[in-house]
């Protein structure tokens, strides 16, 4: 008897299909009594099972094959691996270039499977994807070595995911009904961003145009920038203006884009802003060196493309990729001998109309963050830098005033300060005014605008809880600092012309006169 599909498919599992019994079907058939009302054979051979109801009434074999697909969806042992992919189950396959890979693999991890793996690739390398030593500090982590098999059940389904070492995941779900699949994938993505609030993921390129490896850096506190008055509130507030108006944009047809340049001498912070955001925004780093090897106009440009948007992509270094003009011509390289040699170490595949190109570029993704972050502003062509590429310039400085009392209360919070929950560094035992005079005089001592905070911090760690020492070694500190500038110069000197040669040589431009 040939019937229509009976059964319901709202559930995903395939519906039960009547067939004719083949004319060779010959089995030995079994006979039982089902709900001890009815008689039923059962023959079974290598290709097939039939049964034969032994009623006049046709719904006793639907109620059957109903219990029977009941039974099968709650059953507790997995159903047999599934092998091939021309299977009519319903599956998802995730590559390692993309964030969804990294969700996937978060999820499997925290739902507590591969209980049964022995075979592990280990990996030091810092990432928050990956099993670890349990109560361990993350210091290693492992995955199930390549092609690994593992079935578990969620929610109601039974999943086989097959393991490919580090490139991909095959999710199979014994169901044909495709938003199981796409809920798996959200829960997968919720429960990342729920643990990305503690931490910000740095997308690192693979040197292949993609985004590959992610490191997970802890989140770091926008209190702990320090900057002068309003910097980072008015930068904070710049970027979720622009996320908050995409209609806006759409409407006045500029496209959604916004470009941040953060430029000034090295250890101001402009790498700790950018971090710090990402963490007040909830945001994902892309970070690309154009000076990387294999980053050129092409990759670059693939790279722009695949950044997802309400994400920051960094570039950091960004007069490192390229002289002033592409054609570095003789007068900019005369200005400044040591930098020419420095720019010919650096010198980036990406070409400055490349990457014009790129930043102007339709297929750039919208809502797009560009952070770029140099040193060396004038030495960036006008046409990077100029609005619609650039959109809003800050410039870091060396430590002012408030930045020096500033660093001096992170460093010495004293222990009854609410901002300093796990006193983690003392004040040494002085009072919270005590401290308060300390930090003015430590900024009084300090030449403004002289020293960065990194190299302060530098300072200020071999005096962890010493805050009285701290102030009293400024002098020293100061004079040593000078020592050593003085020094990098002479040496400077010497690599730009060798003849030049410190004590010795002043000696001989003496003997010229
Ligand atoms: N303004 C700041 N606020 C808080 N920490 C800072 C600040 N500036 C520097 N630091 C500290 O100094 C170190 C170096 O800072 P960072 O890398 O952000 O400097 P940078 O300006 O990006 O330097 P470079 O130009 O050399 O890349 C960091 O560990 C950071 O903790």
Redesign the pocket.
């Known amino acids: 008897m040939d019937r229509d599909p009976r059964f319901k498919s709202g559930d995903g599992y395939l519906d039960a299909v009547y067939e004719p019994v083949p004319n060779s079907y010959d089995p030995s058939p079994d006979l039982f009594h089902w709900k001890k009302r009815h008689w039923i054979t059962v023959s079974v051979d290598t290709s097939a099972l039939m049964l034969e109801v032994w009623s006049l009434n046709q719904n006793v074999l639907d109620d059957f094959i109903q219990e029977a697909r009941e039974f099968y969806l709650k059953r507790s042992v997995p159903p047999p691996e599934i092998i091939g992919s021309d299977s009519l189950l319903v599956a998802g396959t995730f590559e390692s270039d993309d964030i969804s890979y990294t969700w996937i693999l978060e999820y499997l991890q925290s739902q507590n499977i591969m209980t049964d793996v022995v075979e592990f690739n280990f990996s030091t390398q810092q990432s928050a994807a990956g099993w670890s030593p349990k109560g361990k500090k993350e210091t290693i982590h492992a995955l199930p070595s390549s092609s690994s098999v593992h079935r578990f059940r969620w929610r109601s389904h039974w999943v086989q995911v097959n393991l490919y070492r580090d490139s991909q995941i095959t999710i199979r779900f014994h169901s044909c009904d495709k938003s199981v699949l796409l809920d798996f994938i959200e829960a997968a993505r919720l429960k990342y961003n729920e643990a990305a609030i503690s931490r910000v993921n740095v997308h690192l390129t693979d040197g292949y145009a993609n985004w590959g490896r992610v490191v997970a850096k802890s989140r770091r506190s926008f209190s ?4 002068p008055d309003g910097i980072k509130e008015t930068l904070l507030a710049d970027i979720q203006e622009f996320t908050e108006n995409e209609q806006w944009y759409a409407f006045a047809g500029v496209p959604h884009r916004r470009g941040y340049l953060l430029y ?10 950018v971090h710090a955001l990402a963490g007040e925004l909830g945001m994902e780093i892309y970070f690309v060196s154009l000076a990387s090897p294999g980053v050129n106009n092409h990759t670059l440009g693939e790279l722009f493309h695949s950044t997802p948007s309400h994400s920051i992509l960094l570039i ?2 960004i007069d490192c990729a390229f002289p002033l003009r592409d054609d570095l011509s003789d007068e900019v390289a005369s200005r400044d001998g040591y930098r020419e040699t420095e720019m010919a170490e650096h010198r980036s595949e990406v070409t400055l109309a490349g990457l014009l190109n790129i930043l102007d570029s339709v297929v750039s993704q919208e809502g797009r963050i560009l952070i770029a ?1 140099t ?1 060396h502003i004038d030495q960036l062509d006008p046409a990077l830098i100029r609005p619609g590429r650039i959109d809003v310039k800050i410039k ?1 400085s060396l430590a002012v005033d408030a ?1 020096l009392e500033n660093v001096f209360h992170r460093f010495y919070p004293g222990d009854k300060d609410p901002a300093n929950p796990s006193g983690v560094q003392s004040g040494g035992g002085l009072t919270v005014s005590e401290l308060e005079a300390l930090a003015h005089e430590f900024a009084a001592a300090i030449p403004h605008s002289k020293y ?3 190299q302060l ?1 530098g300072y200020l760690l071999a005096w962890k809880n010493n805050p009285r020492g701290a102030v009293q070694g400024i002098p020293a500190w100061i004079a040593l600092q000078e020592m050593e500038a003085a020094q990098a110069v002479r040496r400077g000197r010497r690599e730009v012309n060798p003849s030049v040669g410190g004590d010795t040589a002043d000696t001989v431009h003496g003997g010229d006169d």
Not at 224 to 227: E, K, Q, R, S
Not at 264 to 272: F, R, Y
């Open positions: 702990t920038l320090i900057l000034g001498d090295p250890g101001t912070g402009k790498s700790t802003t950091e270094d972050t040193n870091y930045q960065s905070i990194a911090q």
